[in-house]
């Protein structure tokens, strides 16, 4: 009797270690997924150091800056100051949900809408509407789970986005392919309404930045509609226990 009681209770923790990990991951939805990937991306408030790498054909430039991040949830706010030489002074501001610049040598801001949102930040494959985006990816589009495969050793989920009826993202149609283990993406596609693929975004690498939470600390993205050109970008340092000055997140700041 006591051999078969063990046993019993030998085979109920078999069963609920083959259950409990994998098993548990493939019940979530796509929108289950997206959430979970939305959580590890969100920043309260946070200090980060950074630089992009821009090649296009035989020349490539270095941006060196240092942002400021906060958001409650539903609105973020961002400085960007640039510290390379040939940049230095220059500074991007998102605030409500619109974007300002300043140069050095310029006497008034300039707001940054219409058009001029799809052309390259500082010149890179990064949209200024790439910067200006800053709601939860959960908000803006419908996910579906297509499935699961593999990206460099690493299983990932494939995710299909779509656009919200009453939202009017950036790019229409997305599809991510996240990390099952740490709900990161590690590459992304960007489409427009009638196909077109626009952008490919793949992550380079995904450091943990707190205890249980994984970030991506590198990528590469590359606009399809420009020629023999990509986009470094990598976060060199991050503070996400900053406490950012009051007034410091303002068109005061600018000027």
Not at 39 to 67: G, P, T
């Amino acid at each position: 009797m006591k051999a078969k009681k063990i046993s019993s209770i030998f085979l109920i923790f078999i069963l609920a270690v083959l259950f409990a990990s994998p098993g548990q991951a493939e019940d979530l939805t796509g929108e289950e997924i997206m959430t979970r990937v939305d959580e590890n991306q969100f920043i309260a408030a946070a200090r980060l150091e950074a630089e992009m790498r821009i090649i296009d054909r035989d020349r490539e430039s270095v941006k060196e800056m240092i942002m400021y991040v906060e958001s409650d949830g539903e609105v973020s706010n961002g400085l960007v100051e640039f510290i390379n030489p040939r940049d230095r002074g220059t500074k991007y501001l998102l605030l409500d949900d619109r974007l300002w610049m300043h140069f050095p040598d310029a006497e008034d801001l300039v707001p940054i809408s219409g058009h001029m949102l799809r052309e390259g930040l500082m010149g890179s494959d990064f949209s200024y509407q790439d910067a200006l985006e800053s709601e939860q990816l959960t908000r803006l589009y419908q996910f579906e789970k297509l499935g699961r495969t593999e990206i460099n050793e690493r299983q990932v989920y494939e995710i299909e986005g779509v656009a919200r009826p009453d939202q009017e993202p950036a790019y229409h149609n997305r599809k991510f392919w996240v990390d099952v283990e740490r709900f990161v993406v590690l590459r992304e596609e960007m489409y427009a309404r009638d196909g077109r693929l626009l952008k490919v975004m793949e992550t380079e690498k995904v450091e943990e930045v707190q205890e249980g939470r994984w970030m991506a600390t590198a990528m590469i993205m590359e606009d399809q509609l420009r020629e023999d050109s990509r986009t470094i970008y990598r976060i060199l340092e991050i503070d996400l226990d900053y406490e950012i000055p009051p007034g410091k997140i303002s068109l005061e700041t600018l000027q």
